[in-house]
């Protein structure tokens, strides 16, 4: 277990390293500008979607890599993006990592059109090798078999502030509401038969910039949760650490036997795309402390990383690529992501002694096709506390429907 964690780590390091190169590197960054120039967002059957082929390119070294170390993976990690591209000569290419960084770099110039200093660097970055050292990593001995795991990979998650790419973005209480920041790498491992996540890695390629240099540099988190073992990233606490601090308080009256709830600021983050009532109640409960930003990883990145109480997305517009990294993390750390709609449909129905609705990952929705199978329907909402998570739910559901 340890070495499949150790090789999350490092694959999400390459992946983090290329798409900083994309931006870095003056050949491929002129892909961008163009890109930029013709309008983001807009997709083409032609490779003038550079930022989609950063995605592929990523996604395709991380299968590449794992399945160089552990084969038994390979038919098991599931991602969103499709590997073929046609170029402007018509020409159907399927994008893969070739055995030699010359035999990749000519792959590439056959996508990017002839673009062969701009293969030539993106090869050799592809290729290079990244050493990870992390002690706390090294030190987690845990066995499962690998055949019996899944992996779901975001390769570039956000890529409208990918392309944009605003480097001046300031932090409200260390929030990011958009920007490269944004930006995040999520690799998340589940048991096949269960659905149930037991290994996540998030890496942000853009945390932290300099101004003079231009250069840019990343953080990554781990964790994982199996059968009761738990462990994280050295720069993670657990939710239970701070109970000292605990916001949310679950009183019964001592003449009504009525439970009153005392809440002192939840702090969340959503989307600025939420519904009026949504954010009004919202507004009521965190004043200040509400966040509204942008990506879903990033987002529930704000939850693993304590910034947040709760990570809110109430739209079905996020997938299991999405979140079952960070879930697995916050599962290491005392939390987890629930299906916001079921959440309110038990505390409605005064369910509240069920098992939660957590997610999973090993089950498509068949009344979908396509990517929208691997939804998250119904939305998704991200906690570090139990305690807290029941109480904002219970608030929440009381506001919504005055």
Not at 68 to 93: R, S, Y
């Amino acid at each position: 277990m340890s070495e499949i964690l150790c090789e999350l780590v490092r694959v999400a390091e390459k992946a983090a390293e290329i798409a900083r190169a994309c931006r870095l590197e003056d050949p491929l960054f002129q892909l961008l500008i163009e890109e930029k120039k013709a309008g983001a967002g807009k997709k083409s059957s032609y490779v003038r979607d550079f930022k989609t082929l950063a995605d592929v390119l990523i996604q395709e070294v991380i299968k590449r890599d794992l399945g160089k170390k552990f084969p038994g993976l390979v038919c098991n990690i599931f991602g969103e993006e499709a590997n073929q591209f046609t170029n402007e000569m018509g020409d159907v290419i399927t994008v893969t990592v070739c055995p030699t960084e010359e035999e990749t770099a000519d792959l590439l110039t056959q996508v990017l059109n002839g673009k062969e200093v701009a293969a030539e660097v993106l090869a050799r970055v592809v290729h290079q090798d990244i050493p990870v050292t992390d002690p706390v990593l090294d030190a987690v001995k845990l066995d499962i078999p690998p055949d019996s795991l899944g992996i779901w990979v975001d390769p570039i998650d956000s890529t409208h502030q990918y392309i944009k790419g605003c480097a001046d973005s300031v932090p409200i209480h260390g929030i990011y509401s958009h920007g490269l920041q944004c930006v995040t790498v999520l690799i998340g491992v589940f048991e096949l038969s269960t659905g149930i996540p037991v290994m996540g890695v998030i890496n942000q390629p853009f945390a932290s910039h300099d101004p003079k240099s231009s250069r840019w540099e990343g953080e990554y988190c781990w964790g994982i949760s199996y059968k009761g073992t738990k462990f994280f990233s050295s720069q993670l606490s657990a939710s239970d650490e701070h109970e000292e601090e605990s916001i949310c308080y679950i009183r019964r009256h001592p003449d009504s036997g009525e439970i009153q709830y005392e809440c002192q600021d939840f702090s969340v983050v959503t989307g600025s795309n939420e519904s009026e009532k949504l954010r009004s109640v919202l507004s009521d409960l965190c004043g200040e402390k509400l966040h509204f930003s942008a990506g879903a990883g990033y987002m529930n990145l704000c939850a693993v990383l304590g910034l947040v109480d709760i990570c809110l997305i109430t739209a079905d517009n996020t997938f299991k690529w999405d979140s079952c990294a960070p879930h697995a993390i916050l599962m290491a750390l005392g939390g987890g992501v629930v299906n916001w709609e079921d959440c309110l449909k038990r505390i409605k129905k005064g369910e509240t002694k069920l098992e939660m609705p957590y997610l999973v990952y090993n089950v498509q929705d068949a009344e979908n096709h396509g990517a929208s199978k691997w939804a998250n329907k119904g939305g998704l909402l991200a906690f570090r506390n139990k305690e807290h998570l029941e109480v904002f739910l219970s608030l929440v559901s009381e506001k919504l429907d005055q």
